[in-house]
């Protein structure tokens, strides 16, 4: 399969783009022999991979490190990663932390969240320096304390006039796609409707322009529960547990 670029990826509104995390150069190495479209180092790397609490605590150099194993694993795919809580809290902080984690990492794109004016700036100056952004706006991790939990957002006019005037305004940035994380259906669909540029959605129903969900979810790698916008297709952990226990009792355990 063809490794996509910025441009491929804007032409692919309505495209049913793909796109799945990942943390690791083995996982990787298979999604390098997939259809997949694009892979995301998210910083959901601290809640799946190091067992942090929020992706709050992920450090821009455990980024790189993880982005680095990935890009070494899956050098045929696009390649985006998520700038880390607390490393692009001023636009000089931002240029700094970007272009180290691009360049370090080799990434095609970043990812960064928000839509607050000093954001935007951060998001033109990036691009007119060569570094495609990835926008992100709805339920923002990064944000979970300010925004007072996980949930589903757009339920309201003021809530839905707010989403639609950022996500316009990533645009106008220069963001070459948007991920819509848990916003109301209906309204996401608008926004994809209204935007010149491919969103990506992750809880926000079926309607936007591609979708990115967490790997370790969807194979459900992990002992919890996924969340209900992301119904397993296996149970990696049970079919794992069961191997290994299987294997301590021929070794007479």
Do not use: W
């Amino acid at each position: 399969m063809k490794k996509l670029n910025v441009r491929d990826i804007r032409k692919a509104k309505k495209g049913n783009l793909q796109v799945l995390t990942c943390y690791d150069y083995q996982t990787a190495s298979l999604m390098n022999e997939s259809m997949l479209d694009m892979i995301l180092v998210g910083d959901s790397v601290g809640n799946v991979i190091l067992g942090y609490e929020t992706t709050v605590e992920v450090t821009l150099e455990e980024m790189i490190i993880f982005g680095k194993a990935v890009r070494r694993g899956a050098p045929e795919k696009f390649l985006i990663l998520d700038l880390p809580f607390g490393s692009y809290s001023t636009i000089v902080q931002g240029i700094h932390s970007a272009t180290k984690l691009f360049k370090e990492t080799k990434a095609e794109a970043l990812k960064l969240e928000g839509a607050f004016p000093y954001q935007l700036k951060l998001i033109e100056r990036l691009t007119q320096t060569g570094i495609p952004v990835m926008g992100h706006i709805g339920l923002t991790p990064q944000s979970v304390h300010q925004q007072g939990g996980y949930y589903v957002h757009g339920k309201t006019d003021a809530s839905q006039d707010r989403l639609m005037k950022e996500a316009k305004a990533l645009e106008a940035a220069g963001a070459f796609s948007i991920v819509l994380e848990c916003v109301e259906e209906n309204l996401a669909t608008k926004i994809s409707d209204e935007l010149s540029i491919p969103t990506i959605g992750i809880g926000s129903g079926k309607k936007t322009d591609g979708q990115v969900l967490v790997v370790n979810d969807l194979l459900k790698m992990g002992p919890k529960t996924p969340p209900k916008f992301c119904p397993p297709i296996a149970d990696f952990y049970q079919m794992k547990k069961e191997l290994l226990d299987q294997y301590l009792r021929d070794q007479g355990k």
